[in-house]
């Protein structure tokens, strides 16, 4: 008897997701904030790091930038440069950091993105859980988040950060976001080139990171 071909199945060739690499400058709340969700969205490849000097964005910058060039030729970065790369920065208030114009213009021309919160990470915190829209000092946002009921376990002393108390407030979180970020260019007469975040307070665009990675997850992510 005549033997056919063999019946075998299609394999799919399902596309590899964009890899991340995200340099922390705080590694309480913002570290605690992206393993969280690095948590939530499982299967999605990103590598958290803490770089340079604690609290010195410039050489946070520095250190995203020598580990993006050395990523193909090392076995922990699977020899495999990473598709995004982020720096998640705060300007700091009363006095911004005196570093931050440098780490800027570094990253910029590293090819790495900056997440960048005006005064501090604690500003996107607070925001899932009120509006906040007037003038902060670093210490002010962080006692906010202290007395916040919704963030239970966060203290100025001990900046512990329940990921899970967040998750479903993401939305609100982003839409407060974007709306201090269109009132800025709003105040510049609606040019956005005109804003300048380290002068703009309260600000933040790290919800622009959040959902580069939730699109990422759901393979909806373009090159940015």
Aim: proline share 6%.
């Amino acid at each position: 008897m005549r033997r056919g071909k063999p019946l075998g199945r299609k394999q799919g060739n399902r596309p590899e997701q964009r890899r991340f690499l995200i340099y922390c400058e705080g590694e309480c709340t913002e570290t605690q904030y992206f393993k969280g969700l690095k948590a939530e969205l499982r299967a999605l490849p990103v590598e958290l790091c803490m770089g340079g000097v604690h609290g010195e964005p410039k050489s946070l910058a520095q250190a995203a930038i020598e580990h993006q060039a050395r990523a193909p030729r090392s076995a922990k970065d699977r020899y495999t440069a990473y598709d995004e790369v982020w720096c998640v920065v705060d300007v700091e208030a009363p006095v911004p950091h005196p570093g931050l114009a440098d780490a800027l213009r570094l990253a910029r021309g590293g090819a790495v993105n900056v997440a960048l919160s005006n005064p501090c990470f604690e500003i996107w915190i607070l925001l899932h859980f009120k509006d906040i829209t007037a003038y902060l000092t670093s210490g002010q946002a962080q006692r906010l988040l202290e007395n916040e009921p919704g963030c239970a376990g966060y203290s100025t002393a001990r900046k512990h950060l329940d990921y899970a108390s967040l998750r479903a407030l993401h939305g609100v979180a982003q839409s407060r976001a974007q709306r201090l970020r269109s009132r800025a260019e709003a105040e510049s007469e609606g040019n956005p080139r005109a804003v300048n975040p380290r002068t703009v307070n309260p600000w933040t665009d790290v919800d622009v990171l959040v959902e580069a990675l939730r699109d990422a997850r759901n393979g909806r992510a373009g090159k940015r």
